[in-house]
């Protein structure tokens, strides 16, 4: 398979870096991951803003124009060949220096960009899945989709070996977002989860519902909500780029109406399978 770098397109096997790089070192740069419905990108657009949004919040300079990276991660595309469902993983990093802490004197920014293949989850978006709580002991810097991603592993690894799909995270009692997701309740026909502030990752999926709650008339309530909500939630879901929308039918012991997934979840998704195409 093809790679994108800041330099041209190389094979997997020929990428490597220094061990003195501030992505490896520091955690120092920025990430998307893009989804790939029938071998097509799927908002890129909105990934690719997100991404300078990111790198701009870090002080960090894209060493590509947005159309000219477009452009480029199409050509990806086409040279991989790629057909099927998959992602593309895109970073950015403040590049190889000897370390030390504070940014090097020099602008020079490592990228790449490697697709994989990736069905989707139709299981557990069909089925629904559980989900366990975790203090959110996260920065303030949510918002910034950074490498830095230590705490969200620990609280996915937890979910794992609960046998849970997801750990939300909730921060002064309110629920913030899942350690990979956003996170939804619905309650009385209306949709509530937190506001795109500093304390999460405001999702690209999570502004498409945003969208489809429009058009479908379902209010849409950005406002947080506490962790004893979830005990009178008539709906619960997820959604992340690799995940869709997935219906969340237990959180720790308590589960969501009766553990089935929920009428507004399935519009929501069948809004979602429509777009995805
Ligand atoms: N994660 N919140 C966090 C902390 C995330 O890591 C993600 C996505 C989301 C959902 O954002 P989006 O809808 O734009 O994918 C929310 C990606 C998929 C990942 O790290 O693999």
Same mark, same amino acid.
């Given at each position: 398979?093809?790679?994108?770098?800041?330099?041209?397109?190389?094979?997997?096997?020929?990428? #490597?870096?220094?061990?003195?790089?501030? %992505?490896?070192?520091?955690?120092?740069?920025?990430?998307?991951?893009? +989804?790939?419905?029938?071998?097509?990108?799927?908002?890129?657009?909105?990934?690719?803003?997100?991404?300078?949004?990111?790198?701009?919040?870090? +002080?960090? #300079?894209?060493?590509?124009?947005?159309?000219?990276?477009? !452009?480029?991660?199409?050509?990806?595309?086409?040279?991989?060949?790629?057909?099927?469902?998959?992602?593309?993983?895109?970073?950015?990093?403040?590049?190889?220096?000897? +370390?030390?802490?504070?940014?090097?004197?020099?602008?020079?920014?490592?990228?790449?960009?490697?697709?994989?293949?990736?069905?989707?989850?139709?299981?557990?978006?069909?089925?629904?899945?559980r989900a366990i709580l975790t203090r959110d002991v +996260?920065? !303030?810097? *949510?918002?910034?989709?950074?490498?830095?991603?230590?705490?969200?592993?620990?609280?996915?690894?937890?979910?794992?070996?609960? %046998?849970?799909?997801?750990?939300?995270?909730?921060?002064?009692?309110?629920?913030?977002? %899942?350690?990979?997701?956003?996170?939804?309740?619905?309650? %009385?026909?209306?949709?509530?989860?937190?506001?795109?502030?500093?304390?999460?990752?405001?999702?690209?999926?999570?502004?498409?519902?945003?969208?489809? *709650?429009?058009?479908l008339h379902i209010p849409f309530i950005e406002e947080?909500?506490?962790?004893?909500?979830?005990?009178?939630?008539?709906?619960?879901?997820?959604t992340s780029t690799t995940a869709s929308i997935i219906?969340?039918?237990?959180?720790? !012991?308590?589960?969501? #109406?009766?553990?089935?997934?929920?009428?507004?979840?399935?519009?929501?998704?069948?809004?979602?399978?429509?777009?995805?195409?």
């Amino acid at each position: 398979p093809y790679v994108l770098t800041e330099k041209s397109f190389f094979l997997y096997q020929e990428v #490597a870096y220094p061990l003195e790089e501030r %992505g490896l070192q520091f955690g120092d740069g920025v990430y998307e991951v893009v +989804r790939i419905y029938h071998g097509k990108y799927f908002l890129l657009q909105e990934h690719i803003d997100r991404l300078y949004r990111s790198a701009e919040a870090i +002080r960090l #300079a894209v060493p590509f124009e947005k159309e000219d990276l477009i !452009e480029k991660l199409e050509q990806l595309r086409k040279m991989n060949d790629v057909k099927e469902d998959a992602i593309v993983y895109l970073q950015v990093t403040r590049g190889s220096f000897p +370390r030390a802490h504070a940014f090097p004197a020099e602008n020079r920014p490592n990228l790449f960009a490697y697709i994989r293949e990736m069905p989707r989850k139709l299981q557990e978006a069909e089925n629904g899945v559980r989900a366990i709580l975790t203090r959110d002991v +996260r920065w !303030e810097y *949510c918002y910034i989709k950074s490498l830095n991603l230590l705490a969200n592993v620990l609280a996915k690894q937890e979910a794992a070996e609960r %046998g849970a799909f997801e750990a939300i995270f909730y921060r002064d009692g309110k629920i913030t977002e %899942g350690s990979s997701s956003n996170i939804f309740l619905v309650q %009385g026909g209306k949709v509530y989860t937190h506001p795109a502030t500093e304390r999460i990752l405001n999702g690209i999926t999570r502004m498409k519902v945003k969208q489809f *709650c429009d058009l479908l008339h379902i209010p849409f309530i950005e406002e947080a909500f506490a962790t004893e909500d979830i005990a009178k939630a008539d709906e619960m879901f997820l959604t992340s780029t690799t995940a869709s929308i997935i219906p969340i039918i237990q959180v720790e !012991e308590q589960l969501i #109406a009766g553990g089935k997934p929920g009428e507004v979840t399935r519009k929501l998704q069948a809004a979602y399978e429509e777009a995805a195409g």
